[in-house]
């Protein structure tokens, strides 16, 4: 992934810990580059090292790790030279979720070794909506559910997330039911 993700992992630790807090866990995933290069891309190994080592030093599961970074991703890349082209889609969670594809595909013009996720959205019942999240990994789930909290609370909406599917060898992508509350 690019370079960008595990700044964001930085980030996001040293949001809440300290510079040795990150060295330690860096250790811990056998990472030997302690700071990325954010338009570089690296092994997609090296970013599931870092969050399998922040669960093994926080405690928290992996999954609980993902989705907390999740929501930390929508302010850090909402701040970065990016953030603008999540913003353009719209001013509401909807129209944000649905400018999803657009924005990875404008930030592929910078970065061509994305292999960005793809969202289907469709609507069920009234303010309910069921997402479905194509993509070339796996593992990504539970950060697709901090992400949606996160995209709604920079929107200033209320959603419930549930995940209905998840990708295996038989089923080819995961999908969220999504209900917003406010
Ligand atoms: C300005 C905001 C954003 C930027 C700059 C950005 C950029 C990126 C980058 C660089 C990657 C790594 C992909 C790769 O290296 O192959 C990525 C992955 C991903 N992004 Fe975004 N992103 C943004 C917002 C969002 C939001 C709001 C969502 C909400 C669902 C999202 C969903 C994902 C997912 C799920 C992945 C994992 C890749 C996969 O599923 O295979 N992104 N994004």
């Given at each position: 992934m690019y370079g960008m993700i595990n700044e964001g992992i930085r980030a996001f630790i040293l949001k809440h810990?300290?510079?040795?807090?990150?060295?330690?866990?860096?250790?811990?995933?056998?990472?030997?580059?302690?700071?990325?290069?954010?338009?570089?891309?690296?092994?997609?190994?090296?970013?599931?090292?870092?969050?399998?080592?922040?669960?093994?030093?926080?405690?928290?599961?992996?999954?609980?790790?993902?989705?907390?970074?999740?929501?930390?991703?929508?302010?850090?890349?909402?701040?970065?030279?990016?953030?603008?082209?999540?913003?353009?889609?719209?001013?509401?969670?909807?129209?944000?979720?649905n400018g999803l594809d657009d924005m990875h595909a404008r930030i592929q013009l910078s970065m061509p070794n994305l292999k960005p996720p793809s969202f289907k959205l469709?609507?069920?019942?009234?303010?309910?909506?069921?997402?479905?999240?194509?993509?070339?990994?796996?593992?990504?789930?539970?950060?697709v559910v901090g992400l949606l909290y996160g995209m709604a609370e920079e929107t200033g909406e209320k959603i419930k997330v549930n995940q209905v599917a998840e990708k295996s060898d038989t089923v080819d992508h995961s999908v969220f039911e999504i209900a917003i509350v406010n």
């Open positions: 810990h300290d510079k040795e807090t990150w060295e330690a866990i860096c250790q811990k995933a056998s990472v030997g580059d302690q700071q990325f290069d954010g338009m570089k891309s690296y092994d997609d190994g090296i970013t599931y090292q870092l969050v399998g080592a922040i669960s093994e030093h926080t405690g928290l599961s992996s999954g609980e790790v993902l989705t907390k970074f999740g929501s930390h991703w929508v302010d850090y890349a909402g701040e970065s030279r990016f953030g603008n082209l999540m913003k353009v889609a719209g001013d509401s969670f909807l129209e944000r979720l469709e609507e069920v019942a009234d303010r309910t909506y069921r997402l479905h999240y194509f993509s070339q990994r796996t593992g990504l789930d539970s950060m």
